[in-house]
């Protein structure tokens, strides 16, 4: 799809319940991934124009009808783009919320499945709201027609088709994490929350339809007017990747509040776009490294945040989880953020966890990323354990 579509097409009006960028406008690309099998749909979100793709998926049932992985907000462009599914294909027979503590998901899937009445929605076991644990109804979900996944995927009416296996409740303080890995045999394709991602150089095609953020972060300094040309995309983009992944990279220097005040009087552009001109932060030498690092070539790694803050809270609980995913023959991963397909093995897979084990059997497949990158997620991780927020990390196994 071109991604061509009116101001009215892409309206999102819920934006205020988690005020991501680009707020109450999202535009939606759909990707045939394997032809007449697999769809994705992307959007972007993100803060001070660190944006990224959110993702859902679409497998067409063998029996007819489809299956929609961890929706999307339902702009009328989004619907349309399923509505013409739905003629190809069937009807949307199943929604999955694959998630318990992705909010970024959990938001989308009551206006989503109020499109398709009667699709049956299935979610994670574990769900929690914060401040109050209200019911899944309280929530937006339909009550007559949700249900939790149970333990055993046979006991669901696309068993036939899919295999899945969750991971959690691994508990954070606050509530649990919990992911549902879901495997579709006829296409050989792992289904997969936020638990593995990969990068790639060049922006995805969804981020450059609105290059802005792609400008504003490839920028050195706050008078700096770039090029709208593709050396400025990629150094944008892997600028937010490093952002997006660890916060701040060692690379990256914060100024302060007050220079970053005085510099702004001399931006070339100072308006409420470009937050009045304010650039508080200088890029060193050597952050081309550290993207180099993450991305890899390509390949499924943990992201630096799960790593330090999330899966290390159970390592056993995971490595078990990941070990009984290896078990599927699947091909390729796709993730719901960043680069997706990934052209990726169970081996491969596997690898990415290794993080969480004593003696890993490394392999070329696993990522080596640099320790001083993760110096602001090891600080946050030690101050939400000193004031009792979330438990420590447990040893590794």
């Known amino acids: 799809m071109d991604g061509q579509a009116s101001q009215q097409e892409r309206a999102w009006p819920f934006w205020p319940i988690v005020p991501l960028y680009p707020y109450g406008q999202r535009a939606t690309l759909r990707r045939e991934v394997l032809a007449d099998q697999v769809w994705t749909f992307e959007q972007v979100q993100g803060i001070l124009y660190v944006v990224v793709p959110i993702r859902m998926t679409v497998i067409r049932l063998a029996a007819g009808g489809l299956l929609v992985y961890a929706p999307i907000a339902p702009t009328r462009e989004c619907i349309a783009l399923m509505r013409e599914l739905e003629a190809a294909h069937g009807p949307v027979k199943y ?72 991971l959690g409740p691994i508990n954070l303080g606050l509530g649990p994490f919990g992911e549902v890995a879901l495997f579709h045999r006829r296409s050989r394709t792992l289904l997969l929350t936020d638990t593995i991602v990969a990068v790639n150089e060049r922006p995805p095609a969804i981020v450059q339809l609105d290059t802005y953020p792609l400008r504003f972060h490839a920028r050195d300094t706050v008078t700096d007017v770039v090029p709208d040309d593709e050396a400025t995309r990629r150094k944008g983009w892997q600028r937010i990747v490093l952002f997006a992944l660890y916060f701040r990279p060692s690379a990256l220097e914060v100024i302060p509040w007050g220079t970053a005040f005085r510099a702004a009087r001399q931006a070339p552009d100072r308006s409420r776009q470009a937050y009045f001109g304010l650039f508080p932060f200088r890029w060193r030498s050597g952050w081309e490294r550290s993207f180099a690092a993450l991305c890899g070539g390509g390949r499924p790694f943990v992201a630096p945040i799960l790593q330090t803050l999330i899966l290390n809270r159970a390592p056993q609980q995971v490595i078990g989880w990941a070990d009984r995913v290896q078990q599927w023959q699947f091909e390729s991963i796709i993730p719901c953020h960043f680069e997706a397909p990934i052209k990726a093995n169970p081996h491969q897979f596997r690898q990415a966890f290794s993080f969480l084990e004593k003696h890993p059997a490394l392999g070329p497949e696993i990522a080596q990323l640099p320790e001083p990158d993760f110096a602001l997620l090891r600080s946050l991780e030690a101050r939400l354990i000193k004031q009792g927020v979330t438990p420590p990390a447990q040893d590794k196994v």
């Open 95 to 166: 929604i999955l919320l694959p998630t318990v503590s992705g909010l970024e998901h959990k938001v989308f899937i009551g206006p989503f499945a109020r499109y398709f009445p009667t699709a049956q929605v299935w979610v994670a076991p574990n769900q929690w709201s914060f401040p109050l644990n209200l019911p899944l109804s309280w929530l937006g979900l339909p009550a007559n027609r949700t249900q939790v996944l149970p333990i055993d995927s046979g006991q669901t009416p696309f068993g036939d088709e899919f295999d899945y296996q969750m």
